[in-house]
């Protein structure tokens, strides 16, 4: 593998027998395997095959990891409301996956700053940092003017009304005026988690 | 004048002779006359029949005002950029000619919060306050978690790219998550210093 | 509770046994709860554990309430059409439940005027006025012609087509050419009854 | 002319040579000639072939119009605010040109609705009404309301921010709860004028 | 009934109860009684309570209707697809319900444009014609160009992809270039019938 | 040059002295050189080393093109209105070029037919149809309709208001339900020229 | 059949009594009959009165076909992902109906840009090429640049967040860069095989 | 300075003797000064008060810059077109001045994708990639697929049409199949040319 990233699985409208195969070509590949946008049902789909698979319903991630990964550098994940968790610990395992160490720092939105500054050393620390918000997304601006390090934005679908699915947020960040950002795809914690690694993995060679 | 409120020009667009009239007819009725969105040129043409009118350059407030004004209760007006100052003066100009006390707080945008929370305590001991921002205009929703009276948002058109001329902007604080918060129309300084008078006067009586 | 404003439920997504127990809490500590977006299925759930807990269908407000509340002040909550009465009525539990006088004007949309100018007395007496409509949304500019105190406009999700889902009554309002008006999220009926509430109780004190 | 409509000249962005020739060809086939969107100096230009043609730099209708013409029936032409005009004059001097009887009913917006109500005996007594509002664009839904004939309503461009330049009371429009509405393009006076022509037309045969 | 139109039940979204008791309450009042946008439920609620309630499940029209109704005057309804039938008898039905006798001109998409020019004379001779039309929407302007009297387009919802729910049949319809067109919401049969029977009614007196 | 093309300029936004540079070099080696959207200031530019070239403003095409080159096939270009008529040229010009006939079919716009009935026989010979329109963009499904062989679309952003400088005629070309049609960019009559010409290469060979 | 196309069924949205009779009429009428869209449901009701019908439930093509039908030239079908299979066999089997013969060159997405480049060959020898991706639909515009043959482009509803429904992958096609690439509706395979088969036929004929 | 990058001028709006100040001020305090967006007549204001200040019109960057600076590791950036060459040479000056080495990869667009492979060495080497594409922008993806470290994506309003002023390209690349890809806003090279810089001070240290 090139890229140093063993191939992920996105789960999501991929046939039972297509799953089940590649979930079992992964395994024996590589010992592993790591799917994204998971099922209840695509578990017990998978469960038949590879019993040892684990299904976590916040993030949707089902997977089977190797024992004593190591974990290096740092990166720190934090979401704005209890809502965006999904995405965040999307990020999260993500990035656990691929080897790094991660701080979650949840629960920190903009409407109350304090929360964020009472955990800003943490932040600080990290080599890079996730901002996973949704409704009005202003976390990534806020912690983009905290930190030194890069930031990845996800904006997600949460929200009502205005919100239209992200759009929002996705624009909140995009124009954000804080310096050392920069966004990938509404609900795309995957992606954040990639690119979180790919900066902790230089931080740390 | 029922609303308690005098009549406020819209000098954007206006024919000259028609502009000049209108100045001179209210002046006339009320010893002062009040403008929004005037030019440099319709200063020009206002001061040839009114040669005490005093055009500000920044907000583009266009008046004659009476002296010794009683001023009331308070208003605050927090700016994120240097750029959205003129439609923060638009808010603030306005609030002060119907009669409100108002403190600026300018240049406390969210990538760096630690600016707004250096002047916490005038923003708190408001009756209103009115958070003018453009780009991601996240400003609205830090305000809005700190403070306990109203928040009155005002998007601004300050930005470029996705920031879409402030619809960006007003879209952030449409779907803001802290309580407390109502928006105007993009770059409606104007809009806002008028509610926020209202709300005040609310307080005051 | 520095605010004033005791910490309301927001029930849609909630998972069963995180609302029980935040419902729980919430009583625990304050003898009353309220929370908004409830589904009949979440009022089964919270009254297992809370029997006295009282649903209402119409606002999809769930709440344990204190007898004997005193309210002060008025607000009047106006509403253009019958569909448009659950997100009006989230405004006027919302803001009864933080102790203010409500009265309701509901069905008086701008296509038919009369309906609203034979109650313009009611609505002109209120300290804050709520002006919820869907489709064109052009009741709050109507409203906000007739009187001196601040209007919340709400733009619904009410109506099809054009309407997108709200956008067209949001847009129309942010564009109101009346003075004294400002707007929340589509369908948020709890954001503008807080904020009517504030004001309500700037003007009582 | 099968449609019983001489053909009109859309003089935006028509080179000079071309502009005058298609003047000088029109009014030696009819006695007559009318254009819309011109431009003062398209206005010179076709002077110089045609000395008598007239313009007016309000409606930018430029046009030589045959004495004594009959006029019929009664369409009423409503706008919202005095930076509305143009579009209105575009529609009444267009169904004028056509042979309607035109009463002008301007400065009626929603934000003052008592302005229209005071007008109401000439709205109801048109064949056809035209609306015409920018911004929230909320006079039609108002104006539909009170009358039993059709009416055309026209969004124009005037207005800032949100307003995109008309789209919002397009989308305003649109939306209308009111009966017996349609709607034209953004500015597109000539096009309602057009069709209250039509029904007028239809009614008085 | 000053308008000379009898009231029209929107049934969609109303309440089981609420929709029975208001159908027999018009029915009462009138002798007749017609509602839009019914469900086959709805149909089989109000069968309980007026069993010769007649419901047609192509234009979701549920109504009692008088015998031996008069029908004056000619209304052209044209559509372009099959599936845009619903929303074109929608329009035919309400015409019919309200006194107007009317044409059906129906599958005559633009992209055969001999099928309508097949039945130019009965689309011609129509005091109004309703173009109906979803996808491109094109039906309307060629219609428009056809015929002398006034067209009213009603985009439909009909297509996919970037038909966006109808938007872009509506964008086509408010830019078209042919003369006497005005358009209204999407899918809003209803109010294209409505408007065609004013005008209907205008012609004939 | 593989794909049997010469390389064209794309002139807009180049500066002077690279523009004059550019065509000198391609003139050097290919005895001819074309180039698109340039303004009068370059082709002055232009001349001023190339003193033999060429500039039409109607098109904005400047060039300087080999004599008595051969032309093949047949390729009819329709446009809608006469404003639509620079894109058309681009496209014609480009396609002649290239070494292939063109039909011009212009200014038979949707609203009036018979004008495209009349010259259906040259339009139904071509090997490939080129179908320009602004505004409603229509024209596109009813050449579609007429012709079996393939209609590249051109949406120009010819209108105004809803135009949306030509999104609306993209739109409606996009979702044609007639048969073989493809569209281009706004005002890209030199992408439509070239994929034209491809075709009739194709069926000439 | 003057355009030598026999007609299709779309089948989406089609009753069911309807769809059956109207696979009987075209059976008969050719001895064969083709259509997209199906369901497995509308795979039951043809086969009740067509036993012998022939469902695909990835392109959800149900068609009867003509036994040792001749295939002439050569289409090249590319597709990006995996998910956009059902769009391209949409394309590809509509082409093979009309007689083509089709190169499927699938999974050839531009992040893996080698994959494409590795079957090159088959790419150009094409007549036309069709493209089909959604996400950011970059695919047509690596395509276009290596053929030079004509590319139609099929944007697809796969993706999520800013995909908007196709709608972000239908503008990446729009604004190609690359020459000779024009673009039907988002998952609209069928137009791109029926566009690529009248390329195809001019080709060899 | 706590986040170790010096402060930057955004000079576009910026007033004149407002700006000549800025530049004093930074100047006296670090040696250098470093602006963006600047204009020739900007250029000239400073130049009268630090008259060795250096003006780059393709960048529109206006700098001192100290001598004999170190520059560290490796940025590529890349671009697709010559009309990009601005945005890319404001990503890249920013990075230099921050203190990083930059490889410059230009015109490397994917309608010609063996540009870019040609030099794929140079851009897998880099720490950092940064990719600026107007029109469909699919630059982005093509890079992503080709290296192993960060991406930053750079959308350009360079286009016409339903470019969007570069909202197409932004969605391109929001969207993008690609890993390790994220975006910023529409023009912003700085903001790449930072996080770009913070990457690779992070891969070097
Ligand atoms: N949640 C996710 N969002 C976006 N991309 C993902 C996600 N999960 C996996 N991927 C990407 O999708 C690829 C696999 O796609 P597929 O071949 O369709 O399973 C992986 O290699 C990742 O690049
Ligand atoms: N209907 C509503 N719309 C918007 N915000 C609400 C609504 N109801 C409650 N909230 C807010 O959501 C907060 C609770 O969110 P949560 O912690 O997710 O339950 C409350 O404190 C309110 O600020
Ligand atoms: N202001 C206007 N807005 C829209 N259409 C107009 C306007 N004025 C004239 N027209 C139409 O444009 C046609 C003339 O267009 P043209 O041939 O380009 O001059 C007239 O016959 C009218 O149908
Ligand atoms: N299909 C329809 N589309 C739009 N408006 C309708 C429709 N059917 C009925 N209406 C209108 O809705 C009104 C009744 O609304 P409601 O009081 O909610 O039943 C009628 O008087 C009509 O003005
Ligand atoms: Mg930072
Ligand atoms: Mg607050
Ligand atoms: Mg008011
Ligand atoms: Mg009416
Ligand atoms: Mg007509
Ligand atoms: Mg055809
Ligand atoms: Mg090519
Ligand atoms: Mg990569």
């Not at 790591?34 to 997977?63: C, M, N, W």
């Not at 990534?140 to 929002?168: C, D, E, F, K, Q």
């Not at 909140?172 to 914690?189: E, H, L, Q, R, W």
């Amino acid at each position: 593998i090139r890229s140093g990233f063993p191939e992920v699985v996105y789960c999501s409208g991929k046939p039972d027998e297509f799953l089940a195969s590649i979930y079992q070509k992964l395994y024996d590949e590589n010992g592993e395997v790591f799917g994204t946008r998971a099922s209840e049902h695509q578990y017990e789909i998978v469960k038949q095959v590879l019993p040892q698979v684990v299904y976590d319903p916040i993030s949707h991630i089902l997977k089977i990891e190797k024992e004593d990964k190591e974990h290096i550098g740092k990166i720190a994940i934090c979401s704005a409301g209890t809502a965006d968790i999904p995405v965040a610990e999307e990020a999260a395992q993500t990035a656990e996956f691929f080897g790094a160490n991660v701080d979650r720092i949840y629960d920190v939105g903009v409407s109350g700053v304090h929360r964020l500054l009472a955990q800003l050393d943490t932040v600080q620390e990290a080599n890079c940092v996730v901002a996973v918000a949704g409704m009005e997304g202003a976390l990534a601006s806020v912690v983009g003017g905290l930190v030194s390090n890069p930031v990845i934005a996800v904006p997600t679908s949460v929200g009502y009304g205005a919100s239209m699915h992200g759009l929002s947020a996705l624009l909140t960040m995009i124009n954000s005026c804080a310096n050392g950002i920069a966004v990938v795809n509404i609900d795309n914690g995957y992606g954040a988690g990639y690119m979180a690694t790919q900066i902790n993995r230089l931080a740390v060679k």
